[in-house]
């Protein structure tokens, strides 16, 4: 498929996490015309904020990456977790079509039980088992309901610079000689935030709604295999403690498999991403480079 990328004026919500920061770099890099706003700068809780923002600037699009993230954070303040990952995309969607703009908004593998042997695909009926999934398939439906020009963008086990999560640090925490632990037996699709934000950019050019799945390619891993992979690309030879999914005790339940594939990409011919392997050395080398 031939995408036109010609530059567009993007507002970009919660652009002080991961994707939010490869997204404000990656639109930048293209020529956009970006406003790009953290959580000070737009709280996506607060209409009338989001309405002056949309009034001043009168996107073209606008690419969400705001959300509460924290699971378990969301298991025990509902209400909270209600407003960021549910109330809020509806918000943007409602202003979106208000100015005549686009919404790509992201969701989650979460949004699925985790009992499928295979990948998970928009065929397949979401069963959140969790706070913060349900409030973010919550999320999905109301800004789709919302505006009908909304991109839904579910992806899952995503790693990149400045990312807190397991997947971002394995590198950083061997290097600071910390015991490790992964586990053999929950599985998903690894996803590279700047392979992430070049396709969130790329499908605000598509302009078809729906729902994608949008994830690196590959047969998908574990998080020992993930992490093992990580460290021989690192060229360390540290120890890693092999844990069931079994053993995970937290507040929130995760799904113990959430690969995901695209039906909707397939179809209108968006090319897959890089394979995850491919995608985790270019990871490795550039926080190595210090990116
Ligand atoms: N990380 C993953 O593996 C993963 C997997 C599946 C889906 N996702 C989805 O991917 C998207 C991006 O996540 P991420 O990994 O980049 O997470 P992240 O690093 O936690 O970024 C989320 C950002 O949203 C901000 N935010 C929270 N509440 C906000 C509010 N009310 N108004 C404005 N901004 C707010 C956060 O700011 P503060 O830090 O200041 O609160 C944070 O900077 C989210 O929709 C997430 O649900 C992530």
């Keep these: 498929m031939h995408i036109e990328n010609s530059p567009r004026k993007i507002l970009i919500t919660g652009a002080g996490g991961m994707v939010g920061r490869a997204t404000h770099a990656h639109c930048r890099a293209l020529g956009d015309r970006v406003w790009a706003f953290d959580r000070q700068a737009l709280d996506v809780t607060d209409e009338e904020a989001v309405a002056r923002r949309f009034d001043e600037i009168r996107p073209d699009a606008v690419i969400n990456c705001a959300a509460w993230t924290d699971v378990d954070g969301c ?17 943007l969607a409602r202003h979106c079509r208000r100015v005549g703009a686009l919404l790509v908004t992201i969701s989650t593998d979460y949004v699925f039980d985790g009992t499928k042997n295979g990948f998970y695909t928009q065929r397949d009926d979401p069963n959140p088992q969790s706070v913060y999934a349900r409030v973010k398939l919550d999320g999905e439906r109301r800004a789709m309901q919302a505006c009908a020009r909304t991109m839904v963008v579910r992806t899952g086990w995503i790693f990149g610079l400045g990312g807190k999560n397991f997947l971002s640090k394995i590198v950083e925490l061997a290097e600071r000689g910390e015991r490790l632990k992964a586990i053999r037996d929950s599985w998903g699709t690894p996803t590279y935030a700047d392979d992430l934000a070049r396709r969130l950019r790329e499908l605000v050019a598509v302009d078809l709604p729906g729902i994608y799945h949008v994830v690196n390619s590959g047969e998908g891993a574990s998080y020992e295999q993930f992490a093992r992979e990580a460290l021989t690309l690192a060229g360390l030879d540290t120890q890693i403690a092999s844990v069931s999914f079994a053993d995970l005790q937290r507040p929130a339940a995760r799904p113990q498999n959430s690969r995901l594939r695209c039906l909707l990409s397939e179809a209108i011919g968006l090319a897959p991403l890089p394979h995850w392997r491919d995608a985790l050395a270019r990871f490795v080398a550039a926080a190595r480079a210090g990116k």
């Design 75 to 91: 298991e025990l303040d509902p209400e909270r977790a209600r407003r960021a990952n549910a109330q809020a995309p509806e918000t």
